[in-house]
């Protein structure tokens, strides 16, 4: 496996659904490829970074707004008949 | 009406009693998510009132179909669902398509040959544990989601973030399983380059390799 076919497999790894015999090639690989080894523990880090926490807050005036629409649409649907 | 800790009370409690009939509940679902509901819109949109609108209709929509809520997935899960395809239904607006595949405006199957190599190699100087303490870490995250093409964007969001199956993100975008594939590497790749100009350690940077093993 080279650096580039390494590449292609990439998603399927970093996954862990890559199927078992490129599974080995890949690690074979990257005991040997510092770079390859790097990139895949870059990528790790990129993914887990944007997965935790929630970037935005929510605007003030924006969040009264919402509970009204809330609470409107409840009256609506939760009418006595 | 019940007692209410918001902290204390799990969403699947809080999702029966507003099942039952109790607004406040509902209300406090409404808090707990709305931020995440609003940050995934904004990601998706880059456009503050399209974002508190998808958000607004999220929580309406969740309202309404609460009976048929049945808990197979979790309830945050089940909202995030709701709201990416409110988000995906505002893009389709504004490129005039309705309802109609994503991919019919963008250029023809990606090929995995024309991804890009990896040029800054490096380690980071910190750990994603230590980054999302660090202040500055928000704004170098969503300057390098900004700076993707839309088409990766939203493949990096509702597959890494949100944690849908290639499949469903596949349906959801109107994308083959196999152009999904190669626009969440190109994200990958894209975001990770950026992200290791910024914090990679030039003292640890490895030249790109030409292995053969
Ligand atoms: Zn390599």
């Known amino acids: 496996m080279k650096c580039e076919e390494l590449l292609k497999q990439l998603n399927e790894y970093v996954d862990g659904t890559v199927d078992p015999g490129i599974c080995a090639e890949f690690e074979r690989h990257m005991a040997g490829c510092n770079p390859c080894q790097v990139v895949v523990d870059n990528i790790r880090k990129t993914i887990t970074l944007y997965r935790a926490g929630v970037p935005y807050e929510l605007p003030l005036e924006f969040r009264d707004r919402l509970h009204q629409a809330l609470r409107a649409k409840w009256r609506e649907t939760h009418s006595a008949d | ?213």
């Open chain 2, 1 to 213: 009406m019940t007692e209410l800790n918001p902290s204390a009370t799990t969403d699947l409690e809080l999702v029966h009693r507003a099942k039952a009939g109790d607004l406040a509940a509902f209300e406090a679902l409404a808090t707990r998510h709305a931020e995440r509901v609003y940050s995934l819109a904004l990601r998706m949109l880059r456009h503050e009132q399209d974002a508190e609108d998808v958000t607004q209709q999220t929580f309406l929509s969740a309202l309404e179909s609460l009976p048929g809520f049945r808990g197979e997935s979790s309830f945050s899960t089940w909202l995030l669902r709701i709201a990416s395809h409110a988000a995906l239904k505002v893009i389709r607006k504004r490129r005039g398509l309705d309802l109609t595949s994503l991919e019919a405006v963008t250029e023809p199957a990606e090929e995995f040959g024309q991804i890009p190599h990896p040029e800054f190699i490096a380690d980071w100087r910190w750990s994603p544990a230590q980054l999302v303490e660090q202040h500055e870490t928000r704004r170098l995250l969503e300057e390098a989601l900004a700076r993707l093409d839309e088409k990766h964007r939203l493949v990096f969001l509702l597959r890494d973030v949100e944690g849908f199956s290639i499949r469903e993100t596949a349906t959801a975008l109107g994308l083959s399983e196999g152009n999904t594939k190669v626009r969440l590497l190109r994200a990958r790749l894209q975001l990770r380059e950026q992200l290791t100009q910024a914090l990679g350690d030039p003292a640890t940077r490895l030249t790109p390799g030409h292995h053969e093993h």
